[in-house]
């Protein structure tokens, strides 16, 4: 069965994920990870998209981007993915692919997901055991929405704005919105569909996906997306 192409439509929140070939590190020291992100911030720059939160494990990175171009979000991934490995690999002094394949990555339902992919992001440290707060890890956009330091490079989504009527008052939101964490069900919608490739949203905002592109946006035109408790 052929691949198909991935969903990707200018103006929509997409959430991305791409992981070290078997699972393999991806970072070695603090260098590698502030080498990350720099490039993440200037080709995010030169391709228009927007970046609303990251985070880097220790094998692999998630991010919610929105790009402005129809082109934008595989441009941008692709001079991260490839300046990366020649910079890690010259570091390394080792040869071949760092990476597991092509990168993953969906569209969501902004006023259904995207806080709940922020936290969901924000998080994954914390599931991972490597800390046991959030703001303890220092490579994730958390940081930043807290109030903890400036990443010059994110562009926060309008509904973080509605957060509240002042910084400190939207940064005490969304540390309390992370706090309160998403339900099992919620992170596995929101996993399997980046994984998958497959939009994450109610009916009706998949239908009309499905009428703004020849690609398939669903597994099945017929039944109902994973439904879970919308995050307040």
Not at 93 to 107: D, F, M, N, Q
């Amino acid at each position: 069965m052929a691949r198909l192409p991935r969903l990707t439509l200018p103006g929509f929140p997409h959430h991305v994920i791409l992981r070290g070939n078997n699972r393999q590190a991806i970072f070695q020291a603090t260098p590698d990870y502030q080498r990350l992100i720099r490039l993440l911030a200037e080709n995010a720059s030169k391709f228009a998209v927007e970046v609303h939160a990251y985070v880097l494990m220790s094998n692999h990175f998630h991010l919610l981007l929105t790009p402005q171009t129809a082109d934008g979000l595989p441009q941008l991934m692709q001079a991260v993915g490839r300046s990366y490995v020649r910079y890690f690999n010259g570091i390394q002094k080792r040869t071949g692919t760092l990476w597991e394949g092509r990168y993953k990555s969906t569209l969501i339902q902004t006023d259904r997901y995207l806080l709940a992919c922020m936290a969901y992001i924000d998080l994954n440290p914390v599931r991972a055991g490597l800390v046991a707060q959030p703001g303890d890890y220092p490579w994730s956009s958390f940081g930043h929405y807290t109030g903890q330091r400036t990443d010059k490079f994110i562009t926060p989504h309008p509904l973080v704005w509605e957060l509240g009527n002042t910084p400190f008052a939207r940064e005490a939101a969304y540390a309390e919105l992370v706090q309160s964490g998403i339900g099992a069900g919620q992170q596995q919608a929101l996993t399997d569909s980046a994984l998958r490739g497959w939009a994450l949203g109610e009916p009706d905002f998949v239908a009309d996906l499905q009428k703004r592109t020849e690609r398939r946006v669903s597994r099945s035109t017929a039944g109902r997306p994973v439904t879970v408790k919308r995050t307040p």
